[in-house]
């Protein structure tokens, strides 16, 4: 696996001696600025400071080349499309454009839908999906990692074995995959708090990874957008720059321009993804909405004017009001192809060379090499799927003093399966090899969701 950003573990010395010139260069101009020589000096200390500043900020993890920018996608599999049956009618479905990456969430410690399908009320998630997917076998993924309530325990360790399973999860997709732990931070819905926590929280994470060798992940810091232009307060989250491979931040309105991200970025030389964005409040199904006018064109103009920092945008194609946990905020539907003029002028947009879609150079791009052997590896498990079970199989669920009411068993092509249960057993009659979704309901009505695989 082969990741080119080498070159920033020296270049820290650099940039110190040109700081040290500039200082030089400012001593000498208090008394002879007027003179020719110490005005070439001073450009000459300025120009090559810029040009290994630049180079510096190119050094990040996953970086798109040439001042390009990721497009991704989300924020559910109904969202983007291109799945079987309820989650076929998206993104994909209607534009037929994939993007460069697609948006999923899990938490921690449960690492729901990660491995198996679940729903927040939210639409249905499911990372592993994504990866099976043949539509976005060249696309990254970009997780949403949820630490809500559970800072202090990952801080101490409780979580560790949670986090190894994520870990070695991530190294076996095989791709980038942006991890935004902990997004929207500074939010008070998700009460990060005491910040001291967070930050020993994100950077546990980080270094379990690194213990376990995950390699193909980068770090998002991703605040809520709502921070104003001075980086002060959200500070106080940080987890150093060690830990953080790229700044984000949530853009919903035109006024919440990340304006202290962007500060941060310069100052910090990392690169900015705008890691949620949507018009919020617009019904873009509506035929005379003014929402390209109102918001796509100076988001896309923000995008553009931004000096190159920022290098990633994550859209949210929703329809919001029809979602059980945001029916009746006011969200919308922000859901591009329910517009032709939206549909139309996204497309004109999204196809300009600055963009990263989804495409065989997409991993190069971002520094990414595929490692061979782990590609042989897929090969032959797409090959168990051809052999069938013999016996009926007893499935022991995890339902922790809860037994079962019902139950259903579902393959990842849509196709129910008969199943019977007794207590906290569940028993499918044979079935093709393959991955199968158990949807199960518990006697005190609470829904469990969990993922088994056939492979004998």
Same mark, same amino acid.
């Given at each position: ?17 040109? !700081? ?11 008394? &002879? ?43 559910? &599999? ?18 037929? !454009? ?12 449960? /690492? ?9 009320? #939210? ?22 990692? $949820? ?26 997709? %095989? ?51 709502? =921070? ?17 491979? @790229? ?7 035109? %006024? ?7 500060? /941060? $970025? ?9 890691? =949620?964005?949507?018009?919020? +409040?617009?019904?873009? #199904? ?21 000096? !190159? ?21 006011? @969200? ?18 999204? $196809? ?18 595929? #490692? ?11 090959? #168990? ?19 079962? !009411? ?7 092509? +849509? ?34 969701? =969990? ?6």
């Amino acid at each position: 696996m082969k990741n080119n950003y080498a070159f920033c573990g020296n270049l820290s010395y650099i940039v110190i001696c040109i !700081h040290v010139i500039n200082g030089i260069a400012l001593f000498v101009d208090t008394r &002879l600025f007027y003179q020719r020589k110490t005005m070439k000096f001073i450009t000459s200390a300025t120009l090559i400071f810029a040009f290994f500043s630049t180079m510096y900020s190119q050094t990040a993890k996953f970086l798109p080349t040439n001042n390009r920018v990721l497009l991704i996608v989300g924020q559910d &599999l109904g969202a983007v499309g291109g799945f079987v049956e309820p989650n076929n009618n998206g993104y994909f479905d209607h534009l037929k !454009h994939v993007p460069g990456g697609v948006t999923t969430y899990s938490c921690l410690p449960y /690492l729901n839908g990660l491995k198996y399908l679940d729903n927040y009320g #939210s639409g249905d998630v499911f990372a592993q999906a994504i990866i099976d997917n043949p539509t976005y076998k060249n696309s990254v993924l970009a997780i949403g990692l $949820s630490l809500k309530g559970e800072i202090t325990n990952i801080a101490d360790g409780v979580h560790d074995n949670a986090i190894i399973e994520l870990g070695n999860w991530v190294k076996s997709t %095989n791709r980038p995959v942006f991890i935004r732990i902990g997004y929207e931070f500074d939010g008070g819905w998700n009460n990060y708090n005491p910040p001291g926590d967070y930050i020993l929280s994100f950077r546990r994470i980080v270094d379990v990874f690194k213990d376990i060798g995950v390699e193909n992940f980068a770090t998002v810091w991703q605040s809520s957008g709502y =921070e104003g232009s001075d980086p002060t307060h959200i500070l106080s989250w940080y987890p150093g720059d060690e830990y953080v491979d @790229w700044l984000g931040y949530s853009h919903f309105h035109n %006024n919440s321009n990340g304006a202290a991200m962007m500060a /941060l $970025s310069k100052t910090k030389n990392k690169p900015i993804m705008i890691a =949620e964005s949507t018009p919020k +409040g617009y019904k873009i #199904s509506d035929p005379n909405t003014p929402v390209w006018n109102d918001w796509f064109k100076p988001f896309f103009s923000h995008i553009h004017n931004s000096d !190159h920092r920022i290098r990633a945008v994550a859209y949210i194609n929703n329809n919001w009001d029809v979602q059980p946990m945001w029916a009746g905020q006011g @969200w919308g539907d922000t859901r591009v192809e329910m517009n032709e003029t939206v549909k139309s002028q996204w497309l004109l947009e999204v $196809s300009k060379n600055i963009w990263l879609n989804g495409s065989d150079s997409l991993f190069k791009q971002l520094g990414f090499e595929v #490692s061979i052997s782990q590609r042989k590896s897929v090969t032959s498990t797409k090959k #168990s799927i051809l052999k069938r079970t013999k016996e009926p199989m007893v499935y022991s669920v995890h339902c922790p003093n809860a037994s079962l !009411h019902s139950a259903s068993v579902i393959s990842v092509s +849509g196709q129910k399966r008969g199943c019977f249960i007794n207590g906290k057993t569940l028993t499918v009659p044979i079935l093709s090899s393959g991955i199968y979704i158990v949807n199960l309901t518990s006697k005190t009505g609470k829904i469990f969701n =969990e993922k088994i695989v056939i492979s004998q």
